[in-house]
């Protein structure tokens, strides 16, 4: 199944400095960036053919997979000059990189690479911002049983603020975590039909737009997800999941407990120039 990504974020509210003009997927989230946590979700559930929406730092993201070093998140031997590798990354994977712009609104970014997507009829879509251990294989199970156009990932409120309820003299009258309240936010892990795009104008945007529309037709279907999910919108974010890969609490990484197989040897111009 093939996978869109959004890759072409500012992320100004994870820069370290005015220079710094890697874009948001590929801040580090440990040795590797937050795109290649990713894709790796995606490729444990065996989806392996990923369609990049590029625009701001475009180069970064190309740079990054055409240098790709599988050394350096991997176990490997080396002996007499020759690397066998315990494990690969992207060995398996298809990547399409795609032009979408620098201004172009989520939408749009997903209707420019529509023609990429061929006949599959059902495909997935995220942000490229955030890390979850939702269970993406009954999330696509669940739509293809149903007649939904659409299913998206839903996750409790991330604010750590009050909720403040009032009466006509302004007097509080009662105080609620935001996080207690019986609502849910947009998780940004969609699994969608190609139908969608009947309902995707020039210039549109995929939650208002598209999710506008089914949800008023009631087609569109959720996914409530209690587990771990972490955006990485912010520094302070990215400092938390930074903290949370260094002390080995890792959930999102769910491709850790796979077993390791036999050492694969390893070309070297395959992953270096």
């Known amino acids: 199944m093939k996978v869109v990504l959004f890759c072409g974020g500012y992320g100004m509210r994870m820069r370290s400095s005015a ?3 890697v874009p948001k997927p590929m801040q580090l989230v440990g040795p590797r960036p ?14 392996t053919d990923f369609i990049l929406c590029l625009g701001y730092g475009a180069q970064h ?15 490997f031997v080396l002996q007499d000059g020759e690397v066998e590798l315990f494990s690969t990354d992207i060995s398996d994977w298809r990547i399409t990189f795609a032009d979408t712009g620098v201004e172009t ?10 023609h990429h997507l061929g006949d599959d009829e059902v495909f997935l879509a ?12 009954i999330m696509i199970d ?9 299913s998206m990932l839903v996750v409790p409120p991330q604010s750590s603020f009050h909720c403040v ?6 007097t509080v009258t009662s105080l609620a975590l935001v996080s207690e309240l019986p609502v849910w936010e947009n998780g940004g892990f969609f699994v969608l039909r190609q139908e969608i795009f009947d309902k995707l104008p020039v210039g549109g945007d995929l939650v208002d737009d598209v999710c506008g529309a089914l949800v008023r037709e009631g087609r569109l279907l959720a996914h409530r997800h209690r587990g771990f999910w972490q955006s990485a919108d912010t520094v302070k974010e990215r400092i938390r999941l930074e903290a949370s ?4 609490e890792r959930p999102w990484m769910m491709w850790e407990h796979e077993p390791s197989p036999a050492p694969v040897p390893l070309l070297e111009e395959a992953w270096s120039s």
């Open 165 to 170: 309820q009032l009466d006509e003299a302004s």
């Open 245 to 248: 890969y260094a002390s080995g």
């Open 61 to 75: 993201v190309k740079d990054y997979f055409l240098h790709y070093r599988e050394t350096s998140s991997n176990d």
């Open 126 to 137: 995220n942000y490229s911002d955030v890390l979850s251990d939702a269970p993406l294989d």
């Open 19 to 21: 220079h710094d003009d």
């Open 142 to 150: 669940r739509l293809v049983a149903s007649d939904n156009a659409a």
């Open 34 to 47: 937050l795109l290649w946590h990713i894709m790796r979700y995606y490729a444990h559930f065996g989806h």
């Open 105 to 114: 609104p989520i939408g749009e970014r997903l209707r420019r690479v529509r």
